[in-house]
């Protein structure tokens, strides 16, 4: 079993920048591909395998950058130039499997952090 914890939503003007985190536990972290989604369309943001490669959805690329420190169970998605159409909530999913931009591929998901960006 693998709990996901997401944390650093909040509320941002257009143009401004968040870091959300997602802290992981129960399993090696480092076995795992991160992947984070917003809802309500369900829509993929980025993922990154365990060995460190990532894959961005058209939307975020140039604006978003997913990272992972294995060393703290910890994956991050920076978020700059954000816009509005980027409220949403967003979770943190994980699988133990190659990186995918489809939710039903991953096992594990957190509660989820809002982000809202105002105009």
């Known amino acids: 079993q693998v709990q996901l914890i997401e944390s650093g939503g909040g509320l941002v003007q257009a143009g401004g920048s968040l870091r959300l985190s997602c802290a992981a536990s129960?399993?090696?972290?480092?076995?795992?591909?991160?992947?984070?989604f917003r809802w309500g369309e369900r829509a993929f943001v980025a993922a990154i395998s365990a060995e460190g490669r990532?894959?961005?959805?058209?939307s975020v690329k140039g604006r978003f950058t997913i990272s992972r420190d294995n060393t703290k169970n910890t994956v991050y998605l920076h978020m700059n130039s954000l816009k509005p159409e980027d409220t949403a909530d967003y979770y943190c999913?994980?699988?133990?499997?190659?990186?995918?931009?489809?939710?039903?591929?991953?096992?594990?998901w957190g509660q989820g952090t809002p982000v809202t960006v105002s105009s």
């Open positions: 990532t894959y961005y959805a058209d």
């Open positions: 129960g399993r090696i972290f480092s076995n795992y591909t991160m992947g984070w």
């Open positions: 999913y994980a699988v133990a499997g190659p990186i995918s931009d489809h939710a039903r591929d991953y096992d594990y």
